[in-house]
């Protein structure tokens, strides 16, 4: 027995007040829910579809759809991070190497060249913290968009804007503090490792917003047709 589109609909409803934002988790629920309900009731043609549905999401357990909201959030940002790490590579891998180690030498030598170090740190910080949050602004100002014009919340943005949870290298900029002390005198040594993970976070910056978070909207265009980022 095939179901109709309002109990479809019902479905998604039926996510929906079990605390389903994300329209791609409900749409995959609703196909399982779906296909269990039409099985029921092909094993128990007197049955109804509120009895089919009941009998399904029990399935679930005493967590309802939290733990499939757990699981997908874990693999989507899993999946992030990984394409973050596959193109991070590529930058020290030739040709681009060649681009990150000019990148690495320029920093090093500004070192060498500038008495001030704060001359350096200070505009790199602010450079570091404002492209971050200017993607921040404008991905929430495009979910809320979207989620005006289509009524639908995506997992896949929420992720994107999260940078698959690599925000926390953010704290960098604090456990730099602590190591680098800007008030001492830095060893040629430090100044290069300090040159290296600057560049280095500035490409896991690159990379996560301008080349995976696009990535991630490409694959849940082609997953939901109806998927629209504004």
Do not use: C
Request: positive net charge; without cysteine.
């Amino acid at each position: 027995m095939m179901l109709n589109k309002d109990q479809i609909q019902q479905l998604y409803t039926f996510t929906q007040k079990h605390y389903v934002d994300w329209f791609d988790v409900q749409t995959e629920l609703v196909d399982h829910l779906a296909n269990g309900i039409e099985n029921h009731l092909i094993q128990n043609p007197n049955a109804t579809f509120e009895d089919a549905l009941n009998t399904e999401f029990k399935k679930f357990g005493v967590t309802g759809f939290s733990d499939v909201i757990e699981e997908k959030t874990k693999a989507l940002n899993t999946h992030y991070r990984k394409l973050v790490w596959q193109y991070f590579k590529d930058f020290f891998k030739l040709p681009k190497i060649i681009l990150t180690l000019f990148l690495i030498y320029i920093f090093y030598q500004l070192f060498q060249f500038v008495d001030e170090r704060l001359y350096i740190l200070i505009p790199t910080a602010m450079v570091l913290f404002w492209v971050p949050l200017s993607y921040f602004i404008k991905s929430v100002k495009s979910i809320r968009k979207t989620k005006k014009e289509t009524g639908k919340k995506w997992l896949f943005d929420n992720t994107a804007l999260q940078l698959g949870e690599l925000s926390h290298i953010f704290n960098i900029g604090i456990y730099g503090g602590i190591i680098f002390d800007s008030n001492k005198n830095w060893s040629n040594t430090q100044e290069l490792i300090f040159s290296i993970l600057m560049v280095g976070f500035a490409l896991i910056l690159y990379v996560s917003i301008y080349i995976v978070s696009p990535k991630l909207r490409n694959e849940a265009a082609k997953q939901h047709p109806d998927y629209k980022f504004a």
